[in-house]
């Protein structure tokens, strides 16, 4: 029976069930100081460099924040097919023509193609893309070696990856030829999706390299990357970007969007007309009240800034999760993190990110109950 003192929550049964879920995810440089680990081409495609570097990053995080529950998957070997350690959304774009520039203490620099036309490849010709086939052999190898595959990559987004092949120029092709672009952009996606549903068959899962967050639900969240959508207007975003979101929410539930940048309020009605929006990376700075009132059913991924967090105190830390957290409104849709910290980032920073949120979790278990929509 439930005790009708204590507030009821809903949540979405796509998601599940599910308190404050929290998660941090550091920057190369950071990974490149504390576990000596390089980003050079070979961290993305050499299977034993796979294998070792994510046992590494296992083995470091469970000696460091362990008692959080980080690095629960410390000195096991594990077939990972892309960095889920860190944020780093080049491979599409690779695949497509861009050149990228590895390094020691960075991710993957995707240098823009400024393609003349808005032509791409048909998907069956993908495949003999050099970064296609690079892929394909490491997974190949991995699968032959541990019989299965986890984890994913990160992927682009829509326009995302647009930027990557036209330059800017695709912010005046929306003028000058709006419905060639439409074309473009569901181009990209058919072979986003060819390649990201590729990927989920072999390993479970899409998007856990797009935001970690998402490795703690019930089901695998596909999570388009919409980094560069602050870049646009709201009615630019409907006209062109929210056609394919309110096709893929309808294909691929359960489904999210991944917006770090300051203003995914300026979105909110926007994305309250996307038929099934289950998760929304509401980007650092976003107006979570305007987001969960357009939102009442979506599960909202709370950003901190990996910049700020460098220069706060951990009360400072605190206050500012538990405004958030209070702001959201449902604990239970409501999850906390801060990915792309760096090398100046401090341990007693990332213990009060877990600090925060295991009081919450308590102060949420004593006083509410949630309930199945």
């Known amino acids: 029976m439930?005790?009708?003192?204590?507030?009821?929550?809903?949540?979405?049964?796509?998601?599940g069930e599910y308190l404050l879920p929290v998660e941090v995810v550091f920057h190369p440089s950071w990974w490149n100081k504390h576990a000596g680990i390089t980003f050079d081409e070979d961290f993305f495609f050499h299977p034993a460099k796979r294998v070792e570097s994510e046992k590494r990053m296992e083995n470091v995080l469970y000696e460091r924040f362990g008692k959080y529950g980080l690095g629960?998957?410390?000195?096991?070997?594990?077939?990972?097919?892309?960095?889920?350690?860190?944020?780093?959304?080049?491979?599409?774009?690779?695949?497509?023509?861009?050149?990228?520039?590895?390094?020691?203490?960075?991710?993957?620099?995707?240098?823009c193609a400024n393609n003349?036309?808005?032509?791409?490849?048909?998907?069956?010709?993908?495949?003999?893309?050099?970064?296609?086939?690079?892929?394909g052999a490491l997974c190949r190898s991995l699968k032959n070696r541990f019989g299965y595959l986890t984890g994913d990559v990160g992927w682009g987004g829509v326009l995302n990856t647009a930027l990557d092949l036209r330059g800017q120029m695709i912010f005046m092709d929306m003028f000058d030829k709006p419905e060639e672009v439409k074309q473009y952009f569901f181009k990209i996606a058919a072979i986003t999706e060819h390649v990201v549903k590729g990927i989920e068959r072999q390993t479970?899962?899409?998007?856990?390299?797009?935001?970690?967050?998402?490795?703690?639900?019930?089901?695998?969240?596909f999570l388009h990357s919409?980094?560069?959508?602050?870049?646009?207007?709201?009615?630019?975003?409907?006209?062109?970007?929210?056609?394919?979101?309110?096709?893929?929410?309808?294909?691929?539930?359960?489904?999210?969007?991944?917006?770090?940048?300051?203003?995914?309020?300026?979105?909110?009605?926007?994305?309250?007309?996307?038929?099934?929006?289950?998760?929304?990376?509401?980007?650092?700075?976003?107006d979570i009240k305007i987001l969960r009132n357009a939102l009442p059913e979506t599960f909202l991924n709370l950003r901190l800034s990996p910049v700020e967090i460098v220069k706060q105190s951990p009360d400072e830390i605190r206050s500012i999760i538990e405004r958030l957290v209070t702001e959201s409104g449902n604990p239970y849709l409501t999850g906390v993190c801060c990915i792309n910290m760096d090398d100046k980032v401090d341990d007693t920073k990332i213990e009060a990110v877990f600090e925060t949120v295991n009081y919450l979790r308590d102060k949420y278990k004593l006083s509410a109950t949630s309930i199945a929509v």
């Open 226 to 286: 919409e980094c560069s959508v602050t870049m646009i207007s709201e009615e630019q975003y409907e006209e062109f970007i929210m056609p394919v979101d309110v096709a893929w929410s309808n294909s691929s539930r359960p489904y999210g969007i991944h917006f770090c940048g300051h203003d995914p309020h300026r979105f909110a009605s926007s994305f309250a007309k996307i038929p099934h929006l289950d998760f929304l990376d509401a980007g650092r700075g976003g």
């Open 2 to 15: 439930v005790n009708n003192t204590m507030k009821q929550f809903t949540i979405n049964e796509t998601i």
């Open 116 to 135: 003349e036309d808005l032509s791409l490849p048909e998907i069956e010709d993908i495949c003999n893309s050099a970064y296609f086939r690079k892929f």
């Open 204 to 221: 479970g899962s899409s998007s856990i390299a797009v935001n970690r967050t998402v490795r703690h639900l019930k089901n695998p969240v």
């Open 72 to 111: 629960e998957n410390h000195n096991m070997e594990l077939p990972v097919v892309g960095g889920v350690h860190i944020a780093a959304g080049f491979l599409l774009s690779g695949i497509l023509g861009c050149e990228l520039r590895f390094s020691e203490n960075a991710p993957p620099e995707v240098i």
